[in-house]
Each structure stands twice: as structure tokens, then as C-alpha cells.
């Protein structure tokens, strides 16, 4: 194309003081650039990340159908034999199920510990600064560190944790030794590194709640409390959502805290700790070194991942749909304004509700604005309508 | 504060500083209540949390192995023996503690910086140029962020093992060089952040497309680049999965200086403290110069998240 430019401007040679040529070419090229330049910009992620990110995942699946092992490479095409036989060891199952333990403990307190911090935060602070970077603090330390720290708070014998447990009276909990505690313990090395992150996202959407929605709120008769569920709980669903969605993909592929707990590093004797990543290390590089099961255990534990999102997605998205806390308020607001209109129509005036905005706090992001004023003959049924959908 | 930032941008900087004055006199709402003693006093307790570790860690350090093994605080101060355990690991050869906090900086160095520039490349292009199929690659993007590619594990291995790269740092560093999420990150950013106008006034100026990225886009996106950049080099720094697998501890990495600790010191507690809080020290001191920037990108980043 560029050879052929120079040629081009040859026709309208004419006589005119047009310079010639070099515009041609110049534009062509110019033009070029607006075509090609955005590919050629966005295709060093697109290329990096195929060799490095999406290769590997597809080619999972091909090495999940071979006998492949660490030492003697690629061997005999099994089918889904791998799968079978990882389906078939029960230490896979408990890996699945310590996982889960493990998720629960970490996400759902994560989650409440991170929005009471954020609402602390957020308020009239002096050193704002400070107490923000105060909570992010344990994010720059690595899960390792943090595991070798905690592995020494948590010790069965003379650990930190046990004295402050007997100092209320309580006997000591064996942190190594004892299934569930375990998955506490480490549980709370998550916790302990993301609880800072999450809180400041947190902080991050309260600020964004339209002030308005608690000068009504205030105007309502509502307290802090009852600001905090009804207003800003509502409000910062969305990024809830969010926040439940990444630590779910996160809290499913625990690894560093199980390798550094113990002496062992593999979950403990009767593997009580083993996360199913730990476990796909061991497969893969630990006992076995069985390529090709280890690539039948990630794509498992991929599909439940997906799965669990799925299900979160689904979840949360039928509270959004639902959003039952922001209901109350709005139906008591709704029973005052109709109050006030009713006694208006019965004087026989036109309504004149005293706090316009009041229903705010019930929006919910995309649904319409409650109308301003209700008409005094609009139902007597709404109210009980609301009911039904909190008692649910 | 990124309206604020546009303000500036469009209104000149005296607007955006009268526009962030009015929004901070709003009378009522949360962040305007003033906190009582017992916020204070909570947020004491939730910082006292959040730094006893590091703080136990020196205590133990400073001990020795066995009145750690008989008390749970086996001090309330720590001092100066710490040094010395500081001076075992440091110097002790099985540990190659110099190596790997060389390797750990040239990591986290070269990955924040290429993933700052590719994605501020690929999301100046998504966020502001067009292009066909713009809207579908982005949706891609998007969608990876939620893929756990970390369980490519096994091939990436094998082919890292394939061109020789076993335990050569090259093999962490190469795929850290871009994330979905800096892409996702800077497009959000960009499209906010850069009006239509500055670009084209450098195209009318006969800037080329790449001239125009360079002083136009590039100087825009700087406050976000420099919160993916320290982003980016904390999960590198604090990595740990795929380099345990990928490296040795002849050439390793500071999360594999605690490994090597726990597997050749296991009982010496005080030593493998040491060593911890070493291998936290780096970050902790960037922190301390850096953590204002980073509490403010977290949170400009959540809320378009």
C-alpha cells in the first residue's frame, strides 16, 4: 500500500501550488495509524496473556487425558481415567470439603468485621489517614510471613492465643491437632491480611452515598443503627456483591497459609488442613508426581469455582432483587405519609407531607423514586404488601 | 475525586478547588458526624490487631528457643539480640538472603512497570479509540478477571521446564507482565479520567497516535498508574504459589527465604522470627513512604469496581 502512494498524487499534478506527494503518502500512513495503532495497543496484553494465562488453562484439560508424569513427561492417552481416580481418593474429598470449612470461616466474618471498620471510618475522623493505613497495614505482609507468625500464636503449647483463652477460663484448643480449629486459625490468617483491603472498599462506597439519604433518614427519627441498616447497607450492596464475588475466587485457592502452618507444610498428618491447591501440589510435585492427575484436580476444582460463583451470583442477585431492608423504613414512612394525606383529604386540602425525600433510603439502585406524595384514595393494601415481603 | 479531577480539567484548577470545598461543608450524612470517644477507642483496638503480629514477631526474635518454647510472651520489649538473628539469616548460606532480595526488587520492579504501561496502552485504546469488536474484547477481559488462571499451573511448568527457565527468575517474571485486572483498571480510569478534547487537539497538531498516547494519555492516567504500579508490586513482593514451584532456593525469592527458614530451622523460632520480620521489613518501610497513595488508589478504585 505504501509502495503504491508515491504514484498516486501524480494525476492531480495540475498546476495548482498543491504540494504533492508527501501529503499523500503522510496521510496514508496517518491513516493507517487510526486503523492499526488500537490493535497494535491492546494486543501485548491479548498476546502475553494467551501464552501465560489461557494456554496453560485450556491445555490443562489435554494433560488432564494423559498418563503424565513429573519425571517421565507425557505418556499414554487414559481418558478420563485421572478423573476417576482422583474422584476415588477420599484425601481429594476432604481437601473439597476443608476448603469450604475454611471459606466460611474466612469470608462471612470478613465481610461483617469489614463493613463495622468501614462505618467507623467513616465518619468525621481526625487522622483519617492514619487509621485508614493503620487497618491496611497487614496487606504488605505475605501470607508466609503471616502463616509462620500465626502457626506461633495459635501453638497447641504456651501459645498466645491459648494464655488469652485461659485467662477468660477456657481450655486450651489444640490449633494443630483439632479439625475445625484448624481451619479457624487459618481462617483468621486470611482474614488478618484481607479484613484491612475489604474495609477500605467499603469506606470507599459509604463516601459515595448521596448525604441527602441521611438527612432524611435523621428527619425520619432514625438513629446511627438504624442509619447504618437501613441507609447505608442498602446503598453498598452492589460493591457487597463485588467484595463476596473476588474473595470467593480467592478463598477457593487457599495455598500459602496451609504450606507454612506446620513443619510439614501438607495439611497435617491426617491431612486435617490440606486445602484441594495444596492437595494439587502434592499430586503434582509433593507424593504422587502425577502430572495428569493434578490437571484432573484442577479442572474440578475450576468447575467449583465456577459454580460457586454461579451460586453466589445467583444468591446475591436474589437479594438485590428482594432488598428487604430497605423496605422498612420506606413502609413506615409510607404509613406516615398516607396518614398526613388522609387527614389533609379529610380537611380537604391538597396533601403536603412533611418530608418529601423521606422514602429515599428504599431505592434501590435502577427501581424508580418513590412518588413524592401519595394520593389519598392509593391503596390501604400497600402497606400490608411490604409486611409480607419482610416477614420473608 | 476523579469529578474533582475532571472539574480541573474542564473548569480550570480554581473550580475544582471551590467544587471539593462545597462538597466538604455538606452539613449532614456520615462522614460529616463527628466521632465519639468509643470510635477512637475501637479503631485503637482494630490497629493494636493489626500491627501485634508484626510486633510479636520482634519479640520473638529477640528471644531464644527455649523460653519461647515455655512462655507465650517470653518478653514485653524487644532488643538488641534481634541483630543477631538478623546477621544469621543474612549471612547464612543456605538462606541466600542477598539474592533473594535482589530477585524479589528486579520482580516487582519489572512487572509493575510493564503492567502499568501495557495496560495503560490497552485501556487508553479500549477506553477512547475505536475500533471494531472493542466492546466483545473488553467483555473478555472482564470475564478472565473472574478465571482462576493460577490453575493453569501444570503447562505453565511444563513449559516453562521445556525452554530451560527452571528456576530462572525470568520464569516469574514473564507471567506477571500483564493482569486482566490493570487493563479493566485503567480502562475505568481512562474513560473518566481523559476528555475527548486533549486528544484531539494533539491530532489536529499533527501529533501521530502513538505521540498522542505518549504526552497526552500517559501524563493523564499517572495517578492511577502509580496505584496499579504499587498494587502490582505488592502481589509480586508478597508472591509466593507459582515461584515455591517454579524456583529453588539457590536463586529465590524473600517468600522463599521463609520456606528455606522453616524447613532447615524449624524449632529455632527466634531465628526463623528474625528472618520473617526481615523479609517484611522492605515493604513495610515502602509503606510508610507509600501507604497514603495506596489507601487512596484502593479506595478510587472500589468505587467504580
Redesign the interface.
Known amino acids: 500500500m505504501a509502495l503504491l502512494s508515491p504514484t498516486k498524487p501524480a494525476h492531480a499534478r495540475g498546476g495548482t501550488d498543491r504540494p504533492p506527494r508527501r501529503v499523500g503518502f503522510s496521510q496514508r500512513l496517518g491513516r493507517l495509524d487510526v486503523k492499526v495503532s488500537p490493535y497494535l495497543y491492546i494486543s501485548p496484553f491479548f498476546l502475553l496473556f494467551a501464552v501465560v494465562g489461557l494456554f496453560p488453562l485450556a491445555y490443562t484439560a489435554v494433560v488432564s487425558v494423559y498418563e503424565w508424569n513429573l519425571l517421565g513427561g507425557q505418556g499414554e492417552f487414559v481418558g478420563m481415567q485421572n478423573y476417576i481416580d482422583v474422584l476415588g481418593q477420599p484425601t481429594f474429598w476432604k481437601s473439597v470439603v476443608n476448603t469450604f470449612s475454611i471459606f466460611l470461616f474466612s469470608s462471612v466474618p470478613q465481610v461483617i468485621m469489614a463493613i463495622t471498620i468501614a462505618a467507623l471510618l467513616d465518619q468525621n475522623l481526625r487522622a483519617a489517614t492514619f487509621w485508614r493505613m493503620g487497618v491496611l497495614v497487614p496487606f504488605i505482609v505475605a501470607p508466609v510471613a503471616i502463616s509462620m507468625i500465626f502457626g506461633r500464636l495459635f501453638a497447641d503449647q504456651y501459645g498466645f492465643i491459648n494464655e488469652l483463652l485461659g485467662i477468660i477460663g477456657v481450655d486450651p484448643v489444640a490449633w494443630h491437632g483439632d479439625r475445625l480449629a484448624s481451619h479457624f486459625a487459618i481462617a483468621t490468617m486470611v482474614n488478618y491480611r484481607w479484613t484491612g483491603y475489604n474495609t477500605l472498599i467499603f469506606l470507599a462506597a459509604m463516601q459515595a452515598v448521596p448525604r441527602d439519604l441521611y438527612e432524611a433518614a435523621v428527619i425520619d427519627g432514625a438513629g446511627r443503627v438504624r442509619q447504618f441498616f437501613s441507609v447505608t447497607v442498602p446503598q453498598i450492596r452492589a460493591t457487597v456483591i463485588f467484595v463476596v464475588i473476588t474473595s470467593t475466587v480467592g478463598g477457593m485457592q487457599i495455598f500459602d497459609e496451609v504450606r507454612m502452618y506446620d513443619a510439614g507444610g501438607l495439611g497435617g498428618p491426617d491431612r486435617d488442613w490440606m486445602t484441594t491447591v495444596v492437595y494439587l501440589y502434592d499430586v503434582a510435585w509433593g507424593n504422587q508426581k502425577n502430572f495428569g492427575r493434578a490437571a484432573a484436580v484442577a479442572w474440578l476444582l475450576f468447575l467449583i469455582i465456577v459454580a460457586v460463583g454461579m451460586v453466589n451470583f445467583l444468591m446475591t442477585q436474589r437479594i438485590a432483587t428482594a432488598g428487604p431492608k430497605g423496605a422498612k423504613v420506606s413502609r413506615r414512612h409510607t404509613k406516615r405519609l398516607m396518614a398526613e394525606a388522609r387527614a389533609a383529604a379529610a380537611r380537604g386540602e391538597t396533601p403536603t407531607p412533611s418530608a418529601t425525600p423521606g422514602g429515599a433510603p428504599g431505592i434501590q439502585p435502577g427501581s424508580p423514586p418513590p412518588p413524592p406524595s401519595i394520593p389519598p384514595t392509593s391503596s390501604t393494601g400497600s402497606p400490608d404488601t411490604n409486611h409480607g415481603e419482610d416477614a420473608r | 475525586m476523579s469529578s474533582v479531577a475532571v472539574t480541573a480539567q474542564t473548569a480550570g484548577r480554581g473550580a475544582a478547588r471551590a467544587a471539593a470545598k462545597r462538597r466538604r461543608r ?1 452539613p ?8 465519639g470517644r468509643l ?2 477507642f ?2 485503637a483496638a ?2 493494636l ?3 501485634f ?2 510486633y ?2 520482634l519479640l ?1 526474635g529477640s528471644s531464644d528457643p527455649v523460653s ?6 517470653p518478653q514485653w520489649l524487644p532488643d538488641l539480640s534481634l541483630f543477631q538473628q538478623f546477621q544469621t539469616v543474612i549471612t547464612d548460606s543456605n538462606i541466600n538472603f542477598w539474592k533473594a532480595l535482589w530477585n524479589s526488587t528486579l520482580i516487582g520492579v519489572l512487572s509493575s512497570v510493564s503492567v502499568v504501561f ?2 495503560t ?2 485501556g ?3 477506553a477512547k ?3 471494531r469488536g ?1 466492546g466483545p ?1 473488553l467483555v473478555f ?1 472482564i470475564a ?1 478477571m ?14 516453562m521446564s521445556e525452554i530451560g527457565w527452571y528456576g530462572q527468575v525470568q520464569a516469574v517474571i ?2 506477571g ?2 493482569t ?1 485486572f490493570g ?1 479493566f483498571w485503567m480502562t475505568q480510569y481512562l474513560s473518566e479520567a481523559l476528555p475527548y478534547e486533549l486528544i484531539e487537539a494533539a491530532r489536529v497538531d499533527g501529533a ?3 505521540r498522542t ?1 505518549w504526552s497526552v494519555a500517559m501524563p493523564a492516567a499517572l495517578p492511577a498508574a502509580a496505584m496499579l504500579g504499587l498494587f502490582q508490586f ?1 502481589q509480586q ?2 508472591n ?2 507459582w515461584p ?2 517454579i524456583l529453588t532456593s539457590e536463586n529465590p525469592t ?2 522463599l527465604v ?2 528455606s527458614l ?1 524447613d532447615n530451622y ?1 524449632v529455632d ?1 527466634s531465628l ?2 528474625g528472618g ?1 520480620f526481615l ?2 521489613l522492605p ?2 518501610v ?2 510508610f513512604f507509600i ?2 497513595q ?2 487512596a488508589g ?3 478504585g ?2 467504580k ?1
Request: no cysteine.
Open positions: 455538606v449532614i450524612g456520615g462522614s460529616a458526624r463527628r466521632a470510635t477512637y475501637l479503631l482494630v490497629l490487631i493489626s500491627i503480629p508484626l510479636y514477631t520473638l519461647i518454647a515455655q512462655n507465650p510472651v501495557f495496560s496502552l490497552a487508553y485504546s479500549f479509540l475505536n475500533f472493542r474484547l477481559v478472565t473472574a478465571v482462576p488462571v493460577q490453575l493453569g499451573i501444570i503447562p505453565l511448568y511444563i513449559l514473564v507471567p507482565l500483564v486482566a487493563v501521530s497516535m502513538f498516547f505488592v513482593w508478597t509466593f504459589f515455591s514451584i524473600l517468600p521463609v520456606q522453616r524449624f523460632y526463623v522470627m520473617v523479609v517484611t515493604l513495610l515502602l509503606f501507604g497514603r495506596l489507601v484502593i479506595m478510587a472500589a468505587v469496581g
